[in-house]
């Protein structure tokens, strides 16, 4: 016979990593990335700074505690693009659909609180030309591809992957000011907290909430509209 | 009174009346607000940053005005500044009999 708890959805929660939690997200990175010539390696320190600066966010099983999704949202030294980037789903919690809900909410977050085009900043992400995996994550998020930038030897990690003329090569996607309509109607009439086969995530981003995530997205386009439209890229 | 000449509790009570009258849609009232309260409240920026869910950065360009969030963002901001001020003029109002 099922009990109660057989039947009860996987819950997870959105959170943003404290720097208490980094080593514990450095584990988990490093588990990741180590197996997948895709991934921008990360040292301890990085994900250590990342936590320490607020930067990260993590999706965790309400259950179990276990850390299943992580990704980060920097602003660039120049002050002139926040980059969404280290995205990873642990194998555990695949099509759950975990990636499109940090790309997004990482997405959500940094409008919200930076409004990156009142500041002449723009929202982006790399992707390794070859890693089909996050491609459809980021073109399902309203991502456009801008173009290819080919990563110079001297700063390309060796545990990455090389086409056929020896060179890492990085897809540049742009999430331009004119998708945010798209991503406030997700937000607004979609978003419900349910995921795929009946799993269910909680957002933790006190004190706004997602209530304070959906108004300022409102905002934001209030703001393009007294603009006069879409000049933001 | 100037600020240096403030006690504790009367630096609390006027970052608090400022908090409950601020215009949130004043960039600079908002900023002060926060700059404030880190002294105020003797918080670092992360404790703060954490607080509010954003990274340190944030909290810094907020501060030094090269950012400010959007106004849904900047009343729960406040809102939380004016629960932490609120506790401890309690905390301190309890203990103040305390000879």
Redesign the interface.
């Known amino acids: 016979m099922m009990s109660a708890m057989d039947s009860a959805p996987i819950s997870f929660a959105f959170f943003q990593v404290r720097s208490t939690s980094a080593d514990w997200a450095f584990r988990f990175f490093k588990t990741v990335q180590s197996t997948d010539a895709y991934i921008w390696p990360r040292t301890e320190k990085d994900i250590e700074s990342y936590a320490a600066d607020g930067a990260l966010f993590g999706i965790r099983r309400s259950d179990t505690g276990e850390l299943v999704g992580l990704c980060y949202a920097v602003l660039n030294q120049e002050e002139t693009e926040f980059e969404i980037g280290g995205l990873i789903v642990a194998s555990t919690a695949q099509n759950l659909g975990l990636g499109t809900i940090l790309t997004r909410f990482a997405v959500a977050h940094v409008i919200a609180n930076e409004r990156p085009w009142h500041y002449k900043r723009e929202i982006i992400s790399h992707i390794h030309e070859s890693n089909n995996a996050p491609r459809n994550v980021f073109a399902t998020s309203w991502f456009t591809f801008v173009g290819k930038e080919i990563v110079p030897e001297e700063h390309a990690p060796a545990s990455m992957k090389r086409n056929a003329d020896g060179q890492l090569v990085g897809d540049k996607f742009l999430f331009p000011r004119s998708s945010v309509p798209a991503l406030s109607k997700w937000l607004d009439e979609e978003f419900d907290g349910t995921l795929r086969n009946d799993a269910v995530i909680v957002i933790e981003l006190p004190p706004a909430g997602l209530d304070g995530l959906r108004s300022a997205l409102h905002e934001e386009i209030q703001d393009m509209a007294a603009a006069g439209g879409n000049r933001g890229t | 009174m100037t600020t240096a000449t403030m006690s504790r509790t009367e630096e609390l009570q006027d970052l608090q009346d400022r908090a409950r009258s601020v215009d949130v849609r004043n960039d600079s009232d908002f900023q002060n607000i926060l700059r404030d309260a880190r002294s105020v409240l003797e918080m670092s920026e992360?404790q703060i940053?954490?607080?509010?869910?954003?990274?340190?950065?944030?909290f810094n360009?907020w501060i030094n005005g090269?950012?400010?969030?959007?106004?849904?963002?900047r009343t729960?901001?406040i809102?939380?500044i004016l629960g932490q001020l609120n506790s401890r003029i309690k905390h301190r109002s309890a203990y103040s009999h305390v000879a």
């Not at chain 2, 940053?49 to 944030?58: Q, V, Y």
């Not at chain 2, 090269?66 to 963002?73: F, G, Q, V």
């Open positions: 992360s940053a954490d607080a509010l869910s954003i990274s340190r950065p944030t360009r090269r950012s400010l969030p959007h106004i849904a963002m729960p901001a809102t939380w």
